[in-house]
């Protein structure tokens, strides 16, 4: 299974926060989109955070990404950095005006603007 998972077909990497918050929500439900729509592949951000060797070079190896971070705490950001990934695009959706909270029922809205600023971010 992590073969498949590591694997890389030119597509964008998507690593989104899953934070205990809306935002962090968001940031994962929009990759989960994205990647269902077929712009992207959402990657496991905790198996990079967890130095597991395979998810790490995939990471490095990748030509294109984005991370996105639901507030300005900035978990994947961190988590790219200590694996000393650089981090190609990059998003905070409290930037994009969204309030931090924690109401986890999403707004449609608010995913189409993340989505939205995602693709941006990756022209």
């Known amino acids: 299974m992590v073969e498949k998972c590591c694997t890389?077909?030119?597509?964008?990497?998507?690593?989104?926060c899953s934070g205990g918050s809306n935002v962090g929500q968001l940031s994962n439900q929009a990759a989960i989109e994205l990647t269902q729509e077929?712009?992207?592949?959402?990657?496991?951000?905790?198996?990079?955070?967890?130095?597991?060797?395979?998810?790490v070079q995939s990471a490095k190896d990748v030509p294109a990404m984005v991370?996105?971070?639901?507030?300005?705490?900035?978990?994947?950001?961190?988590?790219?950095d200590h694996a000393k990934i650089p981090t190609k695009n990059y998003?905070?959706?409290?930037?994009?005006?969204?309030?931090?909270?924690?109401?986890?029922?999403?707004?449609?809205?608010?995913?189409?603007?993340?989505?939205?600023a995602v693709q941006s971010a990756c022209k």
């Open 38 to 55: 077929g712009f992207g592949k959402m990657f496991c951000l905790a198996g990079i955070g967890g130095h597991l060797g395979g998810f």
């Open 67 to 80: 991370a996105v971070d639901g507030c300005e705490v900035g978990c994947a950001k961190a988590i790219l």
């Open 91 to 116: 998003l905070v959706l409290t930037e994009l005006g969204i309030e931090k909270n924690k109401d986890f029922n999403l707004k449609a809205g608010d995913i189409q603007k993340v989505k939205a």
């Open 8 to 16: 890389q077909e030119g597509d964008i990497m998507i690593l989104a």
